[in-house]
Nanobody, 112 residues
Framework: QVQLVESGGGLVQPGGSLRLSCAASGSMFSVYAMGWYRQAPGKRREVVASITSEGSTNYADSVKGRFTISRDNAKNTVYLQMNSLKPEDTAVYYC??????WGQGTQVTVSS
């Protein structure tokens, strides 16, 4: 199992930006595919973006062109840069080492 801690959530106005970070414990971080997921009230958890150990990325259609996932294996950290935020992006965002663990989540609220 991998221990994951997210940070960087908060309240932002529509059109604004946030950068989420997810710090992982352990020495095996670089071998894991990593993902960002979100869950809005009353909705199922959905994948937002993922990145393989080699750095290949995938995005949900709803965030393509606005969000960017990246990783720094030297820092055991994965990031989610979120630009042009919309109210419908409001959710709890979770980081996952795919198949190996979840973070506790960080709230993102997009509202004027």
């Amino acid at each position: 199992q991998v221990q994951l801690v997210e940070s960087g959530g908060g309240l932002v106005q529509p059109g604004g930006s946030l950068r989420l970070s997810c710090a992982a414990s352990g020495s095996m971080f670089s071998v894991y595919a990593m993902g960002w997921y979100r869950q809005a009230p009353g909705k199922r958890r959905e994948v937002v973006a993922s990145i393989t150990s080699e750095g290949s990325t995938n995005y949900a259609d709803s965030v393509k062109g606005r969000f960017t996932i990246s990783r720094d294996n030297a820092k055991n950290t994965v990031y989610l840069q979120m630009n042009s935020l919309k109210p419908e992006d409001t959710a709890v965002y979770y980081c996952s080492a795919i198949g190996a663990g979840w973070g506790q989540g960080t709230q993102v609220t997009v509202s004027s």
